[in-house]
């Protein structure tokens, strides 16, 4: 009986495929797997046939439907073993099937793939152009070093002709997968002798002979990154019912050389855009740094419950369930560890109230005091100043700036605002509540008093925490080498955080990076979304300076984004009916469908008409939805961390998206108006770069002015 194996470029294409094709699929793929290897050679149902000119000789095709081919690698060695490597449209495949060469690494053992007919017509271009070239870019490293890495004959000649790293871009997607890599890190500068560290060590098996193998099976077997081998006919069922979902642990070298680095001297930062990888990095730091020790603890943690559930699942497939690993590795959001940190060193359980509690008791707070001040100025002079400060008295408010505040106090009305801060704090008291970030005030003064707890901090999404926050982290792990690692984006912010990591004793000089190549959304979206934020500057994570997205860029291409304002809401909800139909027509999955919007009001519409068509809905509210179908019904706040091939991004329209009632007057404090503003545009950035494949921007009425420019 033949033995079927997977290569991901088969998954890789897989869910795009429309549903009568993947239904072929799984037909074909289940008598194959039915069949011996002679009856399949003799087999009239799935045609498999050679493909002429082909650069590899084992090259075969089999029949899914009357006009799309599987690609096959068979082998011609005696053993068993079938690679299924691609499905496409019947001329299509034998074009591609013809131009790919399959080969065992020499160095890995690792199977890879080329373009071997794309190679040889670009390499030609490339080497007139690099003869006038002052320096080529692999100038300082040998022929034979290049060959003890795993570069062959073919590649070599076209590495040679190379004068940037632009151009190996180029070749990027021609080139064999090891190989590539290979060339990547010594294109960003790693020695010959760390690249056969990080890239050949890593990937060769422990048991490879001296000699390179050939056989099918063997160099398979050697390659479990990217192939999968298929052990019976209930795993191959459960696999194409639900579609391999391997998770993408490969890293860019630029991106590795931060995530395994030996060691750093102190706070690392790591910044850049949505898609760029900042939460893989995070994750492969946490497993280097559980290898730089057999008992040393590591604290995971990020903003929302739902974020650190993710990073909870991801962390456990990167460390293939390894639970003597994961005991190590507390992963949580800052506020419920700094709950469990005062519930555990202080015996009380604290009460932490919602923003809108807080805003109610402001409201009564202003009214029994009669203060010239409104509710919302006191929650954000409390939030921004008092807790970002940690000022614990009168003298230290008199004393603070009020660097952001747009509305000047002297001392008499700073005397009035503490008046109000005590009352505040007084009815919290007398209801035996609190507030999370006086919880991580108490925490983090406990944390000072003994060891801290952490070897290594790891934070991910730092850029919407607030300085009390940070005061728990920096408290929890103690100064020195890899003691915190941060990464963030600054436009990704949609929480009013204002930090300066520095006056909080995280200084990152000399140990920030950015990452600007984004592998999730096409660069039609990104160009689309970045337009949104195109009028503003951004604060950098630091607090100093500003952020940029220049340079931000995707590899992938695909449709423009759409924008549509519609004359109702009931209509724009139809509309997005009829959108998700379509959706669902080319093949997507509900699962991968997100629609979003500002507010609840505006998905409980939505949600209704979806229901009323017969279309699965899930809304999505921090809770875990992996593997649960339904097209996924979000706020724009709960579509962080998330991703989907299609989304709708609903009611963005004049006075929802900015929403009024979260902007303070301009007459009132321009600098926090600003700031409130730029939070909204974030909160929109963030919704519509949750989109891999295709994005939808709909309003009723008047659009948005922040689509000014953008549409």
Not at 107 to 135: C, F, G, M, S
Not at 613 to 632: D, E, N, S, Y
Not at 663 to 686: G, M
Request: hydrophobic residues 40%.
């Amino acid at each position: 009986m033949p033995r079927l194996a997977f290569a991901q470029s088969f998954w890789d294409g897989y869910d795009a495929l429309e549903k009568p094709v993947r239904s072929g699929v799984r037909k074909a793929m289940a008598k194959f797997h039915a069949l011996t290897v002679a009856q399949l050679n003799a087999d009239k149902g799935l045609h498999l046939e050679s493909v002429e000119n082909a650069r590899d000789g084992r090259m075969r095709t089999i029949r899914i439907t009357d006009f799309w081919r599987g690609v096959v690698l068979a082998p011609d060695d005696g053993s068993d073993v079938f690679l299924l490597v691609n499905v496409l449209p019947h001329d299509d495949a034998y074009t591609w099937a013809a131009k790919r060469l399959y080969s065992a690494n020499t160095a890995t053992r690792a199977l890879e793939v080329r373009d071997a007919a794309a190679i040889d017509e670009l390499t030609p271009l490339y080497e007139d152009a690099a003869r006038t070239a002052p320096r080529l870019l692999l100038a300082g490293v040998s022929d034979g070093t290049l060959r003890e890495l795993g570069v062959d004959d073919q590649v070599l000649r076209a590495a040679r002709s190379l004068v940037d790293k632009a151009q190996l871009e180029a070749f990027a997607t021609l080139l064999p997968e090891d190989q590539l890599e290979v060339l990547q890190y010594l294109a960003e500068g790693f020695t010959p002798e760390e690249v056969y560290q990080d890239v050949v060590a890593v990937r060769r098996p422990v048991d490879a002979p001296a000699e390179p193998v050939e056989d099918l099976a063997t160099v398979i077997a050697n390659t479990p990154a990217r192939i999968r081998l298929v052990t019976g006919p209930q795993e191959l069922q459960e696999m194409l019912e639900k579609p391999f979902e391997a998770w993408r642990v490969f890293l860019h070298p630029s991106q590795r050389r931060i995530a395994y680095r030996a060691s750093y001297g102190g706070p690392v930062q790591v910044s850049g855009g949505p898609g760029t990888g900042k939460t893989v990095a995070a994750l492969h730091r946490v497993k280097h740094l559980l290898g730089t020790s057999e008992d040393g603890r590591v604290l995971l943690t990020t903003f929302t419950n739902a974020l650190a559930a993710g990073l909870r699942d991801m962390l456990e497939l990167l460390l293939d369930q390894d639970e003597k690993l994961l005991a190590r590795v507390d992963v949580t959001t800052v506020d419920a560890y700094a709950n469990g940190v005062v519930r555990t060193k202080s015996a009380t359980v604290p009460k932490p109230i919602g923003d809108r509690e807080q805003r109610q008791l402001w409201e009564k707070t202003v009214k029994q005091l009669k203060l010239p001040f409104t509710a919302q100025f006191f929650a954000q002079e409390y939030r921004h100043v008092v807790l970002g400060q940690d000022l614990r008295d009168l003298d230290a408010y008199l004393a603070a700036s009020r660097r952001g505040r747009g509305t000047g106090l002297g001392p008499a009305r700073r005397r009035e605002v503490w008046s109000g801060v005590e009352r505040f704090e007084q009815l919290l008291r007398d209801r035996g509540e609190t507030t999370h970030l006086r919880v991580c005030t108490r925490a983090a003064d406990l944390l000072a008093d003994g060891p801290a707890p952490y070897r290594h901090v790891v934070v991910d999404e730092a850029q919407d925490l607030h300085p009390a926050q940070w005061r728990v982290l920096r408290t929890a792990v103690s100064r020195g080498p890899d003691d915190l690692f941060l990464t963030g984006d600054p436009h990704q912010r949609i929480y009013d955080s204002r930090v300066s990591l520095g006056s909080l004793g995280i200084a990152t000089t000399g140990r920030s990076y950015r990452l600007r190549l984004n592998y999730r959304s096409t660069e039609e979206i990104l160009a689309w979304s970045a337009r949104l934020l195109a009028p503003v500057a951004v604060d950098a994570l630091e607090g100093e300076g500003t952020d940029s997205l220049v340079g931000y860029r995707s590899l992938l291409h695909g449709r423009l984004p759409q924008a549509k304002g519609y004359t109702s809401r009931q209509e724009e909800a139809e509309a997005v009916v009829a959108r998700v139909r379509e959706l669902l027509a080319d093949g997507l999955a509900p699962r991968e469908i997100g629609v979003c919007a500002r507010f609840n009001l505006s998905l409980d519409a939505a949600e209704d008409k979806l229901k009323a068509a017969g279309i699965p809905v899930l809304r999505v509210k921090g809770q875990g939805t992996q593997g649960t179908q339904g097209v996924r019904l979000a706020t724009m706040h709960a579509m962080k961390g998330l991703e989907f091939r299609a989304v709708s991004v609903l009611g963005v329209g004049e006075g929802s998206v900015p929403f009024s009632r979260e902007i303070t007057p301009r007459e009132a404090d321009p600098l926090q108006h600003d700031a409130d503003l730029l939070r909204e545009r974030c909160l929109l950035f963030v919704a519509c770069t949750r989109a891999r494949e295709a994005l939808h921007v709909t309003w009723s009425g008047v659009p948005s002015p922040f689509l000014t420019g953008a549409v």
